[in-house]
């Protein structure tokens, strides 16, 4: 499978060179807007970032707000493919930019009153889910599944394009599946080795959330650092708010200052051992990012450091409210 792939995606990168070299740019544009939302834009960054460059140098922003725009402000034209192209891509917009923000107000009436047209159920579905939410705010693999279903729908669709897609997509969730199946018996491992009732089991929902944010599959070392460091952030969190009193979360917390799992004696057993699962993971991490010169590798002792400062500073500041709450209530 992958080294069919590896021959499409060289058959691919060369429909784009075509496509480069040539002088329409809608035609530029449509290409990598279609590579980007099925998920091969990794392939073809450079690529992508020439053809960018060069439109881009070759264009002036008055003329393209002015091509989208009559004299009265509205928005020219009716097709619905440009008007949801100006409402997605307007919502990159930065603060202040007040053109922009009056074009996602005129495009999302148009949006919806459209709506109640008879269009393609294709364009009604894609319109109505850039409504809720935008395409740069999508999960990208997510993204990709739900438009290469739209895609292979389309009477212009490029085959080959179609193909790799879908061998590309299929290569990469086997990847992702290897991915969460360490992780799933890293995770077993550690709570067989430390009771974590007290925490909610969000192993596949945290990967899910690493695997958004760095979703490039050559990026598989990364998601699985960032998932076990997010995982036992979100244990620590549950711990302070459900399962330690405020002397208890005192006691941890100038542990965890020293950075020493000897400094808990007087803890219960179990968080005793959560402790020393805590640290021994976090220097694990940190070895495993020296190893690889990583020069962010401190970084992680100092996120969770930061991390218990404020999961004991928000704990301590919940004891204080609800002791002061009591205090009120006996008084009245």
Known sequence: MKDKAHIMEE???????????????VQKLELINTLERLGLGYHYRKEINVVLCAIYNDMNENAFVKFFRDGKGNILGDDANTVLMV?????????????????????????????????????????RITLETPRFRRVERVEARHFISLYQKNVVRNDTILEFTKLDYNIVQVLYCKELKELTVWWMDL??????????????ETYFWMMAIVYKPYYTYSRIIVTKVAIILALLDDMFDKYTTTEESNIFYTAIERWDDKATEQLP?????????????????????????NKNAEMVKKLMLRAFTNFHAKRCGYADHHSRLHFTRRCD
Do not use: C, P
Request: glycine share 2%.
């Open 191 to 204: 709570k067989s080795h430390v009771d974590v009732h007290f925490a909610r089991d969000r192993m596949v």
């Open 87 to 127: 409402y997605d891509a307007a919502h990159l917009r930065t603060h202040g930019e007040d053109i922009l923000d009056h074009i996602i107000t005129l495009s999302k009436i148009r949006l919806q009153s459209a709506l109640k047209t008879k269009w393609e159920a294709t364009l009604v579905e894609e319109v």
């Open 11 to 25: 058959e691919v990168r060369r429909i784009m060179m075509d496509v480069g070299a040539s002088k329409d740019r």
């Open 269 to 293: 057993a179990n968080q005793q051992k959560f402790l020393k699962t805590v640290i021994d993971t976090t220097d694990k991490i940190v070895k495993e990012l020296k190893i690889h010169n």
